[in-house]
């Protein structure tokens, strides 16, 4: 029981406006992304709560093994009023969530997005490659090696390097040949990247990459 005139303080809901405050907004990227691609169809495995490629992209599937992404992208109400105000026109017409594991077959179309986005996530490049269609967009990042499997898979070409301070992100597209040169050649060996999980260090960094599928 809570004594008179004291309020119980409720920890707020995890929602896409609580995680925001650890990771930041990525809607800048979307926004960015929709500019000069104008992807219509999203795939987001291990997306968790960031709902921010909606805020850009008609049509997002998120996907997670998590309870709490799955009960909040169940409240279509919510999601809604945290995107209002936030989208660009035509965004976040379509917004679907799978409560699924993405290293298991899943019911979803083969070449049916033209976004796979990976950030943080593990080796979903490995398993979600089918649902990308050709010509289509592969934004990864580092962290569990995803950017760094991708660098190494010729049917991949880097278009950007994505660029980030705060919450500016700014797609570059200069110089493509000076990013993913790693720190140590031998490190760029797809089956260790692998088995350890970890992304290659390379001699410029950056936020994350987008390939293209040729
Ligand atoms: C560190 S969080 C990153 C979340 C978000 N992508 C971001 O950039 O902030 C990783 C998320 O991936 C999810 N995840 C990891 N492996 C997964 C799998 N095999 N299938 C579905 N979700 C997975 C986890 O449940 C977790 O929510």
Not at 56 to 65: C, E, G, K, M, R
């Amino acid at each position: 029981m809570t004594p008179r005139g004291q309020h119980r303080h409720r920890p707020a809901r995890p929602s896409w406006a609580t995680y925001r405050r650890s990771i930041g907004d990525r809607s800048g990227l979307f926004a960015a992304l929709a500019r000069d691609w104008a992807p219509a169809r999203a795939l987001y495995p291990g997306s968790y709560l960031d709902a921010s490629p909606s805020t850009a992209i008609p049509s997002v599937t998120y996907l997670d093994t998590d309870r709490r992404a799955a009960r909040y992208f169940a409240d279509h109400e919510l999601v809604a009023t945290e995107l209002e105000g936030r989208t660009r026109p035509g965004a976040g017409a379509d917004i679907q969530f799978l409560h699924a594991d993405y290293t298991t077959p899943l019911d979803l179309p083969r070449g049916g997005f033209d976004l796979l986005i990976s950030l943080y996530a593990g080796p979903a490049w490995d398993h979600c490659r089918p649902y990308l269609t050709r010509g289509g967009l592969f934004l990864a990042n580092t962290s569990h090696g995803d950017a760094s499997l991708a660098a190494l898979d010729p049917r991949l070409e880097l278009v950007h390097a994505v660029l980030h301070d705060e919450d500016e992100y700014r797609l570059d597209s200069t110089a493509l040949e000076s990013h993913l040169i790693p720190k140590s050649p031998e490190a760029a060996d797809p089956d260790l990247i692998r088995s350890t999980g970890r992304g290659v260090t390379y001699t410029r960094t950056a936020f994350a990459y987008v390939f293209r599928l040729t």
